[in-house]
Each structure stands twice: as structure tokens, then as C-alpha cells.
């Protein structure tokens, strides 16, 4: 008989809605939840989510700096804290006002891509977190090759669908997950 081995964590997906219910919505921007960072913290793993204020108009978006940071357990899907955070924090400047630390970036879908696929991409992008977040939380000195392709569709599929102002904020925040699929990409 074959044992089937049960799955330690959440899937990313799941943890992404449970951090969706600590934060509003408004038509047409308002705050607004980051791709989950997966993190180390006081020798815990934990999925933390930033919370950042987000508008947009037809031809141009703005992003704030993060406010606040979710952090989840992975295993139970539980509310551990939510911290109030300044850029400062993520070893950026911090702005002397809202609106100067407002970055402004024009939104396009990557060449070729259409909302379906750019929504097939995010939903592939969530499987390849679940994959990824399995190994490095539990034995990331693993390797294989079908872990080096893992890693690499992993970094291509974060690099298009990411908002470009907060590439800082994620590296800082997960340095050592995101260095760590770097690393096993290359």
C-alpha cells in the first residue's frame, strides 16, 4: 500500500485569500496586497503579504511604498501579526510626504500577452510558489533539475507579473527566499 504524504502547508492561493480578508478593497484603487514573500522570521517561516496604497487611471498606475506587512502562518492559515512598516524599513528612503513617495509606472501587459494569459501566468505563478515554498522551508539545500527549471520559470513568471516599485520591498522583505530561487535558477 501507498502512502500518501500529507501536505505540510497551505497552498499559497489559500493563504493569499486568508490575507485578502485583513485588508479593504475600492473601486479604482485604495490599499492593496502584495504577491506573498515568504519569510524567515524569529526562526519561524511565515507568508507575509505588504499593504500598499494603489491607484490607477487608464494610461498610468501609482504605487505607495508599504504600510503594513500580513504575516500568516503557512501551516494553520492564522493571522500572526500585521506591523505597521516604513520605508525605512526595507532600507529605502522614506519620502517626506504621501505623494512624493508615490511611484508612478505605466502599466503594460508583457509583449504578446493578453489578461487571460497574463491571469493564466499569475495562477502558474502560485503553483510554482507552492512548489518552491515546500522545498526551501523544509530542505532547500535540495537539488535537481526539475527544481532548477522550477526556480527559473519561477523568477521569469515573478519578474512580469510584479509591480515594478516594489521590487525593492520584496527583496528586502524575502532576501533569503528570493536569493535562495536566484540562486537555484541560474
Given at each position: 500500500m501507498t502512502r500518501i504524504a500529507k501536505k505540510r502547508f497551505k497552498s499559497i492561493e489559500e493563504l493569499t485569500q486568508l490575507a485578502e480578508r485583513e485588508i479593504g478593497f475600492f473601486e479604482g484603487g485604495g490599499p492593496s496586497q502584495s504577491l506573498p514573500v515568504p519569510v524567515r522570521r524569529q526562526r519561524q517561516v511565515l507568508i507575509a503579504f505588504m499593504v500598499y496604497f494603489y491607484a490607477f487611471k487608464p494610461d498610468m498606475s501609482w504605487v505607495s511604498p508599504p504600510g503594513e506587512v500580513i504575516w500568516l502562518d503557512p501551516v494553520s492559515g492564522k493571522l500572526i501579526a500585521k506591523t505597521n512598516?516604513?520605508?525605512?524599513?526595507?532600507?529605502?528612503?522614506?519620502?517626506?510626504?504621501?505623494?512624493?513617495?508615490?511611484?508612478?509606472?505605466?502599466?503594460?501587459?508583457?509583449?504578446?500577452?493578453?489578461?487571460?494569459?497574463?491571469?493564466?501566468?499569475?495562477d502558474r505563478l502560485f503553483v510554482l510558489y507552492d512548489i518552491l515554498f515546500e522545498v526551501w522551508a523544509t530542505k532547500p539545500s535540495t537539488r535537481s533539475s526539475a527544481l532548477h527549471a522550477t526556480a527559473r520559470e519561477f523568477v521569469k513568471a515573478?519578474?512580469?507579473?510584479?509591480?515594478?516599485?516594489?521590487?525593492?520591498?520584496?527583496?528586502?522583505?524575502?532576501?533569503?527566499?528570493?536569493?535562495?530561487v536566484r540562486a537555484l535558477a541560474r
Open positions: 512598516v516604513t520605508p525605512a524599513d526595507f532600507g529605502q528612503p522614506t519620502p517626506r510626504s504621501f505623494d512624493e513617495g508615490m511611484k508612478e509606472w505605466k502599466f503594460s501587459m508583457p509583449p504578446g500577452m493578453t489578461v487571460d494569459s497574463f491571469d493564466k501566468l499569475n515573478f519578474d512580469a507579473i510584479s509591480e515594478p516599485p516594489l521590487l525593492p520591498y520584496y527583496n528586502a522583505l524575502g532576501r533569503e527566499y528570493f536569493e535562495w
